[in-house]
């Protein structure tokens, strides 16, 4: 998927091969409704995602559907035991992006990580999971992923975001460190932008770690894929802190070998543990 290599490639070195059609399927419906308002403008996107939704609960209710994306994602839910309340969340957060108004505080973040990322990572996360990811405790792991790779994807997009007019670090914790939304368009190299950026990915850092537990709760055929996602974030993140206020200037770009390097070890360690 073009929106994270990294993550498809090891989906596709990782995971088991029965498994990855579902996991390509939900990731692929998710980012297409993320996308349709995302581009276009304002009342155009809101014309687009009405009629997306509509195909959507059609295709949902009746079983027939003609656009091969969505007959994908439905025939990947109903082979999973995807819960449709799942999809039904995720078609009503992703509603914030038609309007994004910016988070004020980490409340207003940890909402939109409840009424968006969340039901995200349910539709791919908890597709590997028997009954779509039903089961409470897995679900409150899956929402500790969404919540540390949702912060780290927020810091890697910094810059794109602000010249999209979009910031989504809150504006308290911008106040906190005497940071102001000029300073990060202008890309300034100060040492309150700085203390910004590591303090944010500290607490994305705290997240992953907390939300390893998955680990343990997936099947484990799948935990070599969902270790190797942990740790690529992780390494975002370490990435992020080394450039510091530069990530207000241009996007976070994986490193290729670097990446390579985790699909290598993940792989062995996936043959040792066999």
């Known amino acids: 998927m ?15 091969a029965a498994s ?26 809101r014309r687009r995602f009405d009629r997306w939704v509509g195909l959507v609960r059609t295709g949902w209710d009746t079983g027939r559907v003609e656009h091969p994306l969505l007959r994908a994602f439905l025939h990947t839910s109903a082979e999973c035991g995807l819960p449709r309340h799942w999809v039904e969340s995720y078609l009503d957060g992703t509603q914030i992006d038609l309007g994004f108004p ?13 009424q968006l990322t969340w039901p995200f990572a349910m539709l791919t996360t908890g597709l590997v999971q028997p009954g779509g990811g039903d089961d409470e405790q897995f679900a409150r792991s899956c929402r500790l992923l969404a919540d540390g790779c949702q912060r780290t994807d927020f810091l890697a997009d910094l810059a794109e975001d602000l010249r999209g007019g979009n910031l989504y670090l809150p504006t308290d914790d911008l106040q906190r460190h005497g ?11 100060t040492p309150g932008v700085r203390a910004l950026i590591s303090a944010t990915a500290d607490t994305a850092h705290a997240t992953l770690q907390r939300a390893s537990r998955i680990v343990d709760e997936v099947p484990e055929p799948h935990r070599p894929l969902v270790r190797c ?46």
């Open 229 to 274: 996602v942990l740790r690529l974030h992780h390494q975002r993140l370490r990435a992020i802190t080394s450039r510091g206020a530069g990530v207000a200037r241009g996007p976070l770009r994986d490193r290729p070998v670097a990446c390579l390097r985790l699909l290598v070890q993940e792989s062995r360690s996936a043959v040792e543990r066999a």
């Open 179 to 189: 940071v102001t939304r000029g300073d990060l368009e202008q890309g300034r190299d």
């Open 2 to 16: 073009r929106s994270d290599p990294a993550a498809y490639t090891a989906a596709r070195v990782l995971a088991p």
């Open 20 to 45: 990855q059609p579902h996991l390509l399927a939900g990731f692929a419906f998710a980012s297409f409704t993320d996308d349709v308002c995302d581009s276009g403008a304002l009342e155009e996107r």
């Open 102 to 114: 910016g988070f004020v505080s980490e409340s207003d973040y940890q909402a939109y990580i409840d």
